[in-house]
């Protein structure tokens, strides 16, 4: 059975991130230093012909900055492109977290007729929710109270979302913890 193995993960994020940052820098360099070369060429050839006014400098400027505009999308496009491989990376990272997976005696009951819970304790840290519990649900139960009571954790303990609930639950007299999580 393969393991998950976070550090390794998080260590090839890191390693990503510092590509992209790279290949970042790379590009903010590599359009400076074109900008300038092309208006460095752009003011020689200007000097060189005769007859020139201000204005067809200016004019030249400007056509050379709407080419810029599609190169400068162009850079962006593909910096998107990293980053959004790496925000999916990041994706799969959290999806390639392996589900804890009791597979033993597993059964699903088909319908739910009562639900016993006996001698549940329950609590977060240092606050005690639920102490020696002991219910037979039957149908059509409402569970009603003020918020902050508790009946989301209630509901919550009643699906198995617990591991520390141990031979309290019962669904059709079968412990929670026999019973499959997507089922």
């Given amino acids: 059975m393969n393991f998950f193995d976070f550090k390794q993960t998080i260590e090839l994020n890191q390693k990503n991130e510092n590509k992209i940052n790279n290949f970042n820098s790379i590009k903010t360099f590599l359009f400076s230093l074109l900008t300038l070369l092309s208006n460095i060429l752009i003011f020689l050839i200007f000097i060189n012909q005769k007859n020139n006014n201000v204005s067809e400098i200016f004019f ?3 056509i ?13 496009f593909l910096l998107d492109k990293k980053v959004n491989k790496i925000n999916i990376e990041r994706l799969f990272f959290i999806l390639d977290i392996p589900e804890k997976i009791n597979n033993k005696n597993q059964k699903n009951p088909s319908k739910i007729s009562e639900i016993k819970i006996k001698n549940l304790n329950f609590g977060y840290s240092t606050k005690t929710l639920f102490s020696n519990i002991n219910l037979d649900i039957k149908n059509n139960l409402i569970i009603s109270g003020k918020n902050g009571a508790g009946k989301t954790t209630f509901l919550k303990i009643l ?7 141990k031979n309290s639950i019962f669904i ?8 499959e999580k997507n089922w």
């Fill in 64 to 76: 050379q900055n709407l080419l810029n505009e599609p190169i400068n999308n162009f850079q962006f």
């Fill in 60 to 62: 030249i400027f400007q």
């Fill in 172 to 179: 059709n007299n079968i412990p929670i913890e026999n019973i």
């Fill in 159 to 165: 699906l198995g979302y617990f591991d520390d609930i």
